[in-house]
DNA sequence: TTGTAGGCGTTATCAG
DNA sequence: CTGATAACGCCTACAA
């Protein structure tokens, strides 16, 4: 099966080459005759562009890149799905790339894509990545760019975030509103800023409502599983026997030590509370059903693509553009947990 | 930041571009010297080749196209990551799209991935999609094209499965085998291929130990969700007070109708077992952890590109390719649902 | 060993 | 309104 070309349809209709091609896109200066032999032998021939060669000539693919620290993941899956369907919106089509938290493999893909020469990149860091060159390049390389959920401050690129601190200190708040005294926070690893500004809106609540800080209660995970959850409630459990509250990084953490828990017959909420942080989905479904906090995974897709065609048009049109940062509000989900 | 070319390596050093090009690839007919002072040069300056030219000179890009029904989900998502991760060990890219269980979608997606010229496309069909005319115009215009999970028998491309008739088959004879003799199936949607084979692999366990099939107690969603499975088993319960054992067409739908039967105090496993399909990590977690067969979605996503990959080679050197079939083993994964 | 020339399929410019 | 011509950047016979 031989593709048409223009020259085909040209050759066939006894025109030149260019005259097809304007017809095809619609130019003001063809007449209506020709423009509708063309658009016939076109369809009836099933002609379609060499989109290899339109790249080539428009320099530009209509294709982004995307980078993801983890593609079976309930919140990240939820941000892959906003973005390809505000992508499709607009003709764009996405190519997936998982870093798999790993600095080492986020550095080739970077330079995988902008070697591919995508339209455009979003990112979200690995738990190993900073404000590291690979993401200078790109800026340098003026490829347009935008980060979100973990994202580094240092990068002068347009980002699509949560407030991390303040979700934080609101679901802490919660417990605190409900009763609890002595809270434990499991919270996530060491590097990601997400991380940290979980754990310090964790503080800040305690602060605020005069209750201690005792760092002898964070407990810290490598990589936020289901298994660390219920190892931490374990070890929480042995060494505090006063803890009347979890805060967890994240909702299958919070399952984890759920699970620990509900295994020793302790009462949740009734001797401790727990409350995690995303909405997966299965915090509805296990018992009790688990409050969290709400992070809104979709839009954050959405919102991240549709920064990234704002700078790509610009970018068309070489007007300037100035990145932004937006804000997408959490609210609580209040469930069994923390009754 | 322009873009560095052949013609500026060879400008710079005061030589052909053909020279340049062939130093670059490696070829034996350049000298030691010039090759290295290219190979220098273009480092220096930070050369990748333009990677729309190569396409429109090669044919190809290195791209391939993914069709999904569904990104958030626990089997596809795997699916998906195997995939990316195999794709990338061979240096192709993965773009993706979701038809959202939707015939019209997947036949525009079909034609996008065409229209864009990848090397080749993965499939997994939407529920409302058979042997349909789009997937027939990929084999016509000789698209390197594997299907995978839901598939139709009837075009005449690779394919990687498992056998859904038989592991249904298992799950259910499992049932029988602990005990039940009045089991209800809650199954898929009527029209993928999929949820018929499990239909009648439960049909046929029914058969070989002489229980009665008994249409009265099959009940068939639309979506397979978590609801489903909680809205039947509440229809199951009143409408049949003898059942003692549900197999479930997916987990997701079996954790609903587990969540129901807690609900209202009916005990899991003693007065009724409960076996899903998929092995999603969520079974393990719930009260009672469920029983599943195991459904190897990342190695489908593997073994998927694998096949793709072998077209694609045959394609690129004219060599004729027979699709095959491969067929993935499941295993069950007994729980407390059906202890 | 090096270079010339032509082409991949489109699009843009400019002259007729 | 139409068409010749020249790119876009790379690759590869074929000449020199």
């Known amino acids: 099966m031989k593709d048409i070309t223009l020259k085909e349809i040209a050759i066939k209709l006894g025109i030149s080459i260019t005259t097809v091609s304007k017809a095809l896109k619609n130019y003001p200066?063809?007449?209506?005759?020709?423009?509708?032999?063309?658009?016939?032998?076109?369809?009836?021939?099933?002609?379609?562009?060499?989109?290899?060669?339109?790249?080539?000539?428009?320099?530009?693919?209509?294709?982004?890149?995307?980078?993801?620290?983890?593609?079976?993941?309930h919140f990240f899956s939820n941000v892959i799905k906003g973005i390809i369907a505000e992508a499709e919106k607009s003709g764009y089509l996405v190519i997936i790339l998982q870093s798999s938290e790993s600095k080492e493999l986020e550095i080739k893909q970077v330079d995988l894509l902008m070697n591919k020469r995508v339209d455009g990149i979003l990112l979200s860091l690995s738990n190993e990545s900073n404000d590291d060159d690979h993401l200078k390049e790109i800026i340098r390389r003026d490829v347009p760019f935008v980060m979100f959920d973990k994202i580094s401050k240092l990068i002068n690129c347009s980002k699509v975030i949560i407030n991390d601190q303040k979700a934080a200190f609101n679901a802490t708040e919660h417990l605190i509103g409900k009763g609890c005294k002595r809270i434990a926070h499991i919270r996530g690893p060491v590097n990601p800023q997400n991380a940290i500004d979980r754990f310090l809106g964790y503080k800040k609540a305690l602060e605020k409502h005069n209750i201690l800080f005792d760092k002898s209660l964070v407990y810290t995970c490598k990589g936020?599983?289901?298994?660390?959850?219920?190892?931490?409630?374990?070890?929480?459990?042995?060494?505090?026997?006063?803890?009347?509250?979890?805060?967890?990084?994240?909702?299958?953490?919070?399952?984890?030590?759920?699970?620990?828990?509900?295994?020793?017959?302790?009462?949740?909420?009734?001797?401790?509370?727990?409350?995690?942080?995303?909405?997966?989905?299965?915090?509805?479904?296990?018992?009790?059903?688990?409050?969290?906090?709400?992070?809104?995974?979709?839009?954050?897709?959405?919102?991240?693509?549709?920064?990234?065609?704002?700078?790509?048009?610009?970018?068309?049109?070489t007007k300037p553009f100035t990145p932004r940062t937006i804000e997408l509000p959490t609210k609580i989900i209040e469930r069994e947990s923390t009754l």
Chains 1, 2 share one sequence.
């Open 224 to 317: 936020s599983e289901f298994e660390e959850g219920y190892d931490f409630a374990k070890q929480i459990i042995t060494e505090h026997n006063d803890i009347d509250g979890i805060f967890c990084v994240t909702d299958i953490v919070a399952i984890g030590a759920i699970n620990y828990l509900n295994e020793i017959n302790i009462s949740i909420p009734k001797q401790i509370k727990v409350i995690g942080f995303s909405n997966w989905f299965m915090g509805q479904v296990i018992t009790p059903k688990l409050s969290t906090i709400d992070q809104p995974g979709y839009d954050m897709g959405v919102e991240s693509f549709n920064l990234l065609l704002e700078e790509m048009n610009c970018r068309r049109e």
């Open 29 to 73: 200066d063809v007449s209506e005759k020709t423009k509708n032999a063309v658009l016939e032998m076109a369809k009836s021939l099933h002609f379609t562009p060499n989109s290899f060669a339109v790249n080539l000539r428009t320099r530009e693919s209509k294709t982004i890149g995307l980078i993801i620290p983890e593609v079976v993941h």
